[in-house]
């Protein structure tokens, strides 16, 4: 409740400053905010969105509408660096010899799927499951070498169902581990073909997408 009261007291100062309609973008880092609140702060959002729908002037929105809004007109960014919130730059996610590895067995799919005539709903989403950026957060030197032997079992057992997806046999090379770990895949049953990325109970403290 204090974490709500703060927030919303911090949004209608903003909204009393400026014109009448303000927009205000909530950038959260995927899953690192969660931790700090009881039950990885469910009872935070469907507060905080509770008390957005009862607000008389603030109002929550989707960036697309916004765009699309005519009254709330954006300006031109002359430049977009490419860059991330670990040091500025991406060798968190590529640039290590297994991380570009697994690029490389991503890259490879890719261009199978390119290939495909008319790409199916299911077929889309099990491409966006392999393309989670999270699955070249772990490999590497610095991560626990459990957590990187999953993430690598399980990398590949997605991109397996790609090519299932595909009806395409899946190369022989996603049967064996690419980060220095031997992955267990007696111990790791394969995730369903649509499913989500699965994460190991204990992680690096700040490991999330870019």
């Known amino acids: 409740s204090d974490a709500l009261n703060e927030l919303?007291?911090?949004?209608?100062r903003i909204a009393a400053a400026?014109?009448?309609?303000r927009v205000v973008l909530l950038a959260l880092d995927g899953e690192n905010p969660w931790g700090w609140y009881p039950d990885n702060g469910i009872h935070f959002v469907r507060g905080l969105y509770r008390r957005l729908a009862e607000h008389a002037?603030?109002?929550p929105a989707l960036p697309g509408a916004l765009c699309a809004d005519p009254a709330c007109p954006a300006a031109a960014l002359p430049r977009l660096r490419a860059g991330s919130w670990v040091a500025g730059q991406l060798l968190t996610w590529i640039g290590h010899p297994e991380k570009n590895?697994?690029?490389e067995l991503l890259t490879d799919a890719k261009?199978?799927?390119?290939a495909c005539a008319a790409p199916t709903p299911a077929l889309s989403r099990q491409l966006g499951v392999c393309e989670a950026s999270d699955w070249f957060w772990w490999p590497g030197d610095v991560n626990p070498t459990p957590a990187v032997a999953d993430f690598d079992a399980l990398f590949r057992a997605q991109l397996r169902a790609l090519y299932r997806e595909l009806g395409v046999p899946a190369p022989l090379?996603?049967?064996h581990a690419f980060s220095r770990c031997v992955a267990?895949?007696?111990d790791t049953p394969a995730p369903p073909a649509h499913g989500g990325t699965?994460?190991?109970?204990?992680?690096?403290?700040?490991?999330s997408p870019p």
């Open 184 to 186: 267990r895949e007696t």
């Open 111 to 114: 261009r199978r799927y390119d």
């Open 18 to 21: 400026g014109p009448d309609r």
């Open 57 to 59: 002037r603030l109002q």
């Open 8 to 12: 919303l007291l911090h949004l209608e």
């Open 173 to 175: 090379r996603l049967e």
């Open 101 to 103: 590895r697994a690029w």
């Open 198 to 207: 699965m994460r190991p109970t204990e992680e690096p403290a700040g490991a």
